[in-house]
């Protein structure tokens, strides 16, 4: 009996988000917050991944971006057949989205070990270019690959939200908007942390090569 008032209370729940109403979402949020953040270290530990405070924040924001797309498509979809519940349904969502981040992760990492760093995205190559352009030709004598491990060394010395920008942005190839979106920033902050970032990959740059 107290299982289907769970159910019942779920399918009230999700109605009066589907119908875009705020305080349902906020109600949402604060009923499944618990479960999403578990469901993410659960899978994270359970692919042998270090859980890091930031990866951990894209992955969450990441779920919920899945969840809202295409007018709740996923919502929709999920009738409670066979008695599931829409926690036990969610919970899958978001581990199955957290294994296939690392399955590509895992693949793009073995992938940039065994084809000398092509694995960088071309969002990643035009930054080369650009710091390049921007340092005159001290760059010139390396070979690609050693211009990409380069510049990964300058990654590294990025506080780890910058560094999390940086492999949305060039290891993963997403989008600007894409970018905003995971790390719940507007646009304009995108491209001045964008901006900032170059700045600071081109200290490091001058530093190392010594133009």
């Given at each position: ?107 793009r990492s073995s992938k940039t070990e065994s084809l000398d760093g092509r694995a ?5 190559y035009r930054l080369i270019d650009r710091l390049k352009d921007d340092s005159g ?75």
């Amino acid at each position: 009996m107290k299982e289907k008032a769970n159910i019942e209370e779920e399918k009230r729940l999700i109605a009066a988000c589907l119908r875009g109403d705020g305080q349902a979402w906020g109600e949402f949020i604060t009923k499944y917050n618990k479960l999403i953040y578990s469901s993410i270290y659960r899978a994270l530990k359970w692919k042998n991944w270090t859980p890091d405070p930031d990866l951990v924040k894209d992955l969450y924001q990441g779920a919920f971006e899945a969840i809202l797309e295409d007018d709740y498509e996923k919502i929709r979809q999920f009738g409670w057949e066979n008695g599931c519940s829409f926690a036990t349904w969610l919970g899958v969502i978001v581990r199955n989205r957290v294994i296939d981040f690392v399955r590509k992760e895992s693949k793009r990492s073995s992938k940039t070990e065994s084809l000398d760093g092509r694995a960088v995205s071309e969002e990643g190559y035009r930054l080369i270019d650009r710091l390049k352009d921007d340092s005159g030709t001290a760059l010139e004598t390396l070979t690609q690959k050693e211009k990409v491990e380069l510049l990964e060394k300058a990654i590294e010395t990025l506080d780890e939200n910058d560094k999390v920008f940086v492999k949305l942005l060039l290891a993963r190839d997403f989008s600007h908007q894409a970018v905003a979106r995971l790390m719940g920033k507007s646009l304009d902050a995108v491209y001045m942390q964008k901006k900032r970032v170059l700045e600071k990959l081109k200290r490091y740059l001058k530093n190392y090569v010594g133009f």
